[in-house]
């Protein structure tokens, strides 16, 4: 099977082919390869599996809308999934948390949210620019590209559509500078060329550029920021979003209402396609038709998406569980850290990390978690952060389980 990639694919096969393996089936924490090999999945297809693989409660219901010949593709109609959706994501989601955001559904995938966001934000405001942060990781279409801190990625692609200031992450200063006299003061420097953007986006914890966390008061402070200069807060929750930090949006702890927040990846459940921009409503500011796309109402994903809605966020049981293995995550992580000095353990909730001084060691670890039958990702601007990130659903034995596969393979390479 493998001569066929070789042959027939495109050089730009990504990071998840440096896993030796072909694989072919995979249920909750678990993957298999066509030969019947398993691997503890602690990657989560990057934060879309946060109900494990094919989780048995969502299949049921997506077995059932099939069967039935529920409307599978179905543009932007009006359809009952769509409308059952809607209903329980405000249920479930707006109203207990007191929040008020209406639903588009910008296109397949988290790039087109934040597209979407960025549109909808220079719309608004009639600004163009657009502040994002050292490492974030936004898609990889040339608008989310342009706020994507990552040179390698944005090489290729010449110069950026959006405007985009880069501005530093919380603790870039170690504390030893304050972030937003600084920030302001490029606002109020006409010279810099930075007047008024249209808004700023952040992670609150960047994933891709390394389980970077901010601290609540920052992200407090950046949206007072904007609220004084009148920029709109754009929170892109693609990564950790839908329970990945605990609460299901990053920025609850943080008492933040943001003017957009973008969604996907586990939004769907069931790790199909599916993504949200959510805009306050004084924001909802699009003209019918202003945004479409062919696939922007992936059916069977809202029936699974609403089940998950209904199956996990009823209550707060899966944030406590989540919140709790993370503790456990976070102190192997930092039992590691002290037998080995240069370690650093990062991260919340079920998004952690284990920084390396040498990134090739974060390498190394992935490969040695691999042969012993564990996919472990690793991210950060030289790849030297070993990411920690298994599906919320995992169960306390497979999770104590992993945990001995990293500290094995933290050994083995740093023997
Ligand atoms: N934003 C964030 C924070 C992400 O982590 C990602 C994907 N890693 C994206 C946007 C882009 O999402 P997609 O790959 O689905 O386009």
Not at 367 to 387: H, N, Q, Y
Request: charged share 25%; with cysteine.
């Amino acid at each position: 099977m493998k001569d066929v990639f070789a042959t027939q694919e495109s050089e730009v096969r990504s990071y998840s082919r440096t896993w030796p393996a072909t694989f072919d089936r995979a249920l909750g924490s678990w993957l298999y390869d066509e030969s019947g090999n398993a691997y503890l999945d602690f990657f989560a297809g990057a934060g879309a599996l946060n109900y494990g693989h094919n989780n048995p409660l969502l299949k049921r219901k997506l077995i059932e809308y099939i069967e039935r010949d529920g409307i599978h593709h179905g543009l932007d109609q009006a359809t009952v999934a769509r409308g059952e959706f809607l209903r329980t994501i405000d249920e479930k989601l707006f109203r207990p948390r007191g929040l008020n955001y209406k639903v588009q559904f910008p296109g397949p995938t988290g790039t087109n949210s934040v597209e979407a966001a960025l549109k909808l934000a220079r719309k608004i405001t009639g600004r163009e620019s657009i502040i994002s942060f050292t490492n974030a990781f936004h898609g990889m279409t040339l608008g989310s590209l342009s706020v994507t801190g990552n040179s390698m990625k944005r090489g290729g692609a010449g110069i950026p559509l959006v405007h985009a200031t880069p501005m530093p992450y919380d603790n870039y200063f170690d504390g030893q500078v304050d972030d937003f006299l600084y920030f302001e003061s490029l606002l109020r420097d006409s010279g810099s060329g930075l007047n008024a953007p249209a808004a700023v986006i952040v992670e609150t914890l960047q994933g891709e550029g390394g389980i970077n966390d901010t601290r609540a008061e920052w992200l407090r402070g950046l949206s007072e920021l904007c609220g004084r200069h009148g920029i709109l807060l754009i929170v892109d929750d693609v990564q950790m979003g839908c329970g990945r930090t605990g609460p299901f949006f990053s920025f609850e702890h943080a008492g933040i209402e943001p003017d957009i927040v973008c969604l996907s990846k586990s939004i769907g459940g069931y790790g199909s396609p599916l993504a949200l921009t959510l805009i306050k409503p004084e924001h909802d500011v699009w003209e019918p038709g202003e945004h479409n796309g062919t696939f922007r109402g992936n059916n069977p994903a809202l029936v699974t998406a609403t089940e998950a809605l209904r199956q996990y966020w009823s209550d707060d049981e899966l944030e406590r569980a989540t919140l709790a293995k993370g503790e456990r995550v976070g102190e192997a992580l930092l039992e590691l850290c002290a037998d080995h000095p240069g370690l650093l353990s990062k991260g919340r909730g079920l998004a952690r990390g284990l920084g390396f001084a040498e990134p090739e060691m974060a390498g190394k670890v992935s490969k040695a978690a691999f042969d012993r039958g564990m996919i472990l990702e690793t991210s950060g601007p030289s790849d030297e952060v070993v990411k920690v990130m298994p599906p919320l659903t995992i169960t306390e034995d497979e999770l104590e389980r992993g945990i001995r596969i990293i500290r094995d393979s933290v050994r083995s390479v740093l023997a």
